[in-house]
């Protein structure tokens, strides 16, 4: 009977082992999963519709994600021929933010799914700017639909696809 409950406890004990190693494994797993935003993007010009004051001649964005900040930085050389470069942190979490580079401007963001960030900046309580960032479901493009109001005033809004940078 000993050598019985011995026999019953051991296999208790590696099914448990067994178990526990499974749950650890799938955990790692899911924690290098990347974001469906994660990663370098570059516009695909011939895909997109741009305003016809805002012809930049290429951009490029890279996510990085974590669980309260998107951290954008992008590159890229605008209509005159001049490389531009910067980063923007990115809270989407549905409440105010301050733009440092625009006083008086805030800036509220959230995630509506995995795949879709939408951006919405008020000045003086109204809509200045909108933008929607969506993944598509096979994780190759992101579209950015942007609408709003350029330094000198004018309205303007552009469809951009952005192809996902491969290694």
Known sequence: MMK???MSWNQTHFGTAVILMIVSIVSSVQAQEKHPFEGIWNANLAKSQ????????SATMK???SDDLVLLTYTGVNMAGKEESGVTRIQPDGKEHPVTEA???VTISKWTT??????????DGGVVGESKYEVSKDGKSLTATVKGVDAKGRSF???????????
């Not at 741009?50 to 001649?57: A, D, P």
């Not at 809004?157 to 290694?167: A, G, H, L, Y």
């Open 4 to 6: 019985a409950q011995l």
């Open 157 to 167: 809004e552009q469809i951009i696809v952005f192809d996902r940078e491969t290694k």
């Open 114 to 123: 995995s795949h879709i960030l939408e951006i919405v900046a008020r000045k």
């Open 50 to 57: 741009r305003h016809e004051n805002h012809q930049f001649k």
């Open 63 to 65: 996510f990085e994600i």
């Open 103 to 105: 006083p008086g401007v």
